[in-house]
């Protein structure tokens, strides 16, 4: 048997990555449609959460949303309420803190008694908040605020939530929500950005770990979303952040919530919904999976374009 030659190799290198692509993109993976399921949002209230659960509202599914404000909350249950599609879908929502596991535990199993016993089909963490500003002038409580905010309102809810889909077998998701600056940072962030860093880290942990019962792990890094959380981030925002944030499009909270869920939808691990967070995402994925081969290679090859600026300061 001879062996082939390199030209030969190469064409049926190329052949089955071809193959691969045309059967991947004519018969995809079949999609996570969230009707009838039931679906728990925390920071559901306001802002990217609150359009979350319309959405799902609107597709069938029962929402359980979860927040402090409780005017803000009865709020949303009646947006919730208009965006029902049939009488028995359970719409309900819980005041609770989440930012302690005892809490968040407690928040949890509330809204598993209030739909019958049943435990949240998908899990989506959208509680979180940001109050950025230079490091020189945080304290140890700021810091440590910044953490509770950004890190363990989310982790709490998803300790309870891994716990409860463990002990049940119950084959669940889970959905962070982290932000571009989970990828990446710069000026005026440094009690926000490690926290969400933090949280790219636990759900690259989760996505393996929780492989053994069953439970699928996803995780949203969107860009700014004019949200009621972003114009109070404005308030602390240095001047120069504020400058070079000017030129960023931005989403609406309706639209960064269609990014989510398609890519939930989609099974997506890391979920971006613009094209500068699919730059970050497929340049910086480490060991997390290609959404898509060939779309992940050329937005790999334009997020690794490097302009390079001399210094004009002697040395």
Known sequence: MTSLSVPSFLAVVVGAITLFIIVRFVFPDKKWDPCGKHCYVTGGSAGLGLSLAIILAKKGADVSIVARNEERLQNALEQLENARQTPNQVLKTYSFSLNDASTSAAAFEAACNGNGGKCPDAVFLCAGASRPGFFVDQDEASLRLGMDNGYWVQAWSALAATKRMAQSKFPGKIVFVSSLLGYMSMVGYSSYSPAKHALRGLAETLRSELLLYGVSVHIFFPG????????????????ITLKIEEADDGMEPEKAAEGLLHGVEQNNFHITADLLGNLFRSATRGASPQNNVLLDAIYNFIGGVRVIHRDPSPH
């Open 224 to 239: 700014t979303i004019y949200s009621p959380g972003y114009v109070e981030e404005n308030k602390t925002k240095p001047k």
